[in-house]
């Protein structure tokens, strides 16, 4: 029951047993469950458990999210079906008595897949133990990190992301039946957890510690989501040697004590102890290929082991009480984090009612556009942000913290609202995170205004939407300039925002929203020193001008492009009138390099010839088309990274009424001061 990824797993397990038939799959998904079916030869794909009941089977695997567990384990139960949950065993310890109740009124056998008990180098490391390996065992760390993978937006959230208790229950669960395992029934937990405010914000979460205390001695447990590399790690503490196991590598590393002075007894352990990882490295490393070592074998031995126990008429080498115990262990600290993250994320200042909402107000142009709005309007603000910020939140802003992917957190946000400005996207990142940042994240807020009623929105687009390889030097570019041709080709940031402005300019030809649209070029000002101008390359702290540096950068300064945030809410302008924002002296990169070298800047650039980067573009790209990976550099790109130039905004100057104020000599000297001698 249950077609999720974990279920490969389990069938890959299922068929390596001569005396188990799997005789169907049941998911409310049911493509999910037809696409594992037709991996497997699954005869028969059902909709719900109830329905699987014509098959007859005699043990159901649960495999559906934790909140199920309990209801679908006794609903098996009750068709007469030994029961195998995956981790962790329910919610909540009364959930479990119901499950062990039911078991013993039906005499049918109840286990829970832990698997990391079951993990191959695991169970050597326990007996090794068993065999006086490194005495008596006096304390065990576990340290685990993780991630996940991010949300792309849309109203199914991801369930990692909807709890604060998640990360706990969901790798929590390994630490602590890994710690009994070792040091028997755990007697008093201390769990404390963190928002570490550098992780996926939707996690908030992402740092966890335990300290357990058993009768043979302590136990400690650490779980992040932001450590890397990811680890999977124990270290046993014995009275005659110190164990190390890495469950990802499958080896493990024993220093004991030696006859002779301490420095040697350390040279011989770190000298062994190297010899023993190179070894064993090799070995799994052949084992893995040759497809002898499986990944997560530990899924893999806990199948079979309940199988096999089931067939010999054995007990299961998990027993439900054990499952029940670390429930009971987890149940309290997950209350309290669900709850903790309820007020975490509470909205900062809800009384006030606000009618100016803006997205991605933390960004350097939100910062910017808030400050004038304060300053100007003198009215409460509605910010929509990823996360709390460190800083006491001023009294005339409200503050709403989600993901704008999230069209619950849009429509929640937009209530009373008449004026939005757009200003959030995403800006680096994978395929979820431009997904749900910038796509998502515009629909949202295209629905939301729509539903609401919102009298205007104003929209920030990017010039990187127009087309740069194909246009004619010399040519001007104007709003009606062509779009790029080929996304795909220049990258996630572009082929995201391009969509995000034809969803906007749809929307207002339709009639569901007002809007008009700002095409900034490349913004500037204190707080973007780092950035390097049009044109070039930025790695490891060096810019990589692209050609001699002769190329005009299409600049705006920061103050500029809010002047005409400011003009565009609240002109009467046509729906869907677009505004192309550029500077008209602009600059070359040379001297913009050069201002910032004057003013002190740890700057390091590099001219390189457009011919030598394409011939490098040529090479990652076939490098990439044969590990079928995406890659950040290829011969289009080079060939679009030309800034665009020159750029006609006679359109914003006669229609919006806007002229910067700020010149780029004055804007450049704000950004990059002279350096006093």
Known sequence: MGAGYV?????????????VEIVGVADSDQTRAETLAAQFQIPKVYPSLAAMAEAQPKVIHILTPPASHASLAIEAMEMGCHVFVEKP???????????????????????????????????????????????????????????????SGGPAMPPQFRNGSYPFQDLGVHGLYLLEAFLGPIQSADTRYYASGTGDANLVFDEWRTMVE??????????????????????IHGSKGVMHVDCYLQIINLRKTYPAPKPIQRILGGGFGALHMLSRVTINTLRFATKRLLPSPGIHVSVVKFHEALHKGEAPPVPAEEGRRVIALLEEVSHRADDDKKVYLADANPHLQPRILVTGANGFLGKALVNRLREEHGEPLRLLVRKPPTTPVPEDLQLMYGDLGNPAYLDRAMEGIELVFHIGAAMSGGNFEFNAGTI??????????????VRQL????????????????????????????FPQNRGLYTKTKLEAEKM??????????????????????????????????????????VGSGEHHVPLVYIDNVVDALMLAAEKELPNGSIFQLVDPEGIRQREYVEYAVRAGRPVRASYVPAWFLKM??????????????????????????TPLWPCDCTAAHTNLGWQPRVSIREGMALTYPPKKP
């Open 7 to 19: 279920s490969t797993y389990h069938a890959r397990a299922l068929r390596s047993l001569p005396f």
């Open 89 to 151: 065993m329910a919610e909540s310890a009364a959930d479990c008595d119901r499950m062990i109740q039911c078991a013993r009124e039906k005499n049918l056998v109840l286990s829970i897949n832990h698997s990391a008990r079951m993990d191959p180098i695991v169970l050597e490391a326990l007996e090794m133990i068993r065999n006086g390996a490194v005495g008596e065992v006096k304390a065990v760390d576990f340290f685990r990190s993780s991630d996940y993978q991010a949300y």
């Open 214 to 235: 058993t009768e043979k001695g302590t136990g400690q447990m650490y779980i992040s989501w932001n450590v890397r590399p990811i680890q999977n790690e124990l270290i």
């Open 440 to 453: 998502w994240g515009t629909r949202n807020v295209i629905d939301a205004c729509e539903k609401h009623g």
């Open 458 to 485: 104003v929209y920030v687009s990017s010039m990187s939407v127009l087309d740069h390889a194909g246009h004619e030097a010399g040519v001007p570019v104007v709003e009606s300039s062509p779009y790029e041709p």
């Open 504 to 545: 906007v300019l749809q929307a207002a030809a339709e009639g569901r929203v007002h809007a008009v649209i700002l095409r900034p070029g490349q913004i500037y000002g204190p707080g973007a020193e780092k950035t390097p101008p049009s044109g070039t390359i930025g790695i490891a702290g060096r810019w990589l001008v």
């Open 616 to 641: 490098a573009g040529f090479g990652v790209e076939t490098l990439g088309k044969l590990l079928k990976r995406a890659v950040p550099l290829t011969p289009y790109r080079v060939k679009s990274i």
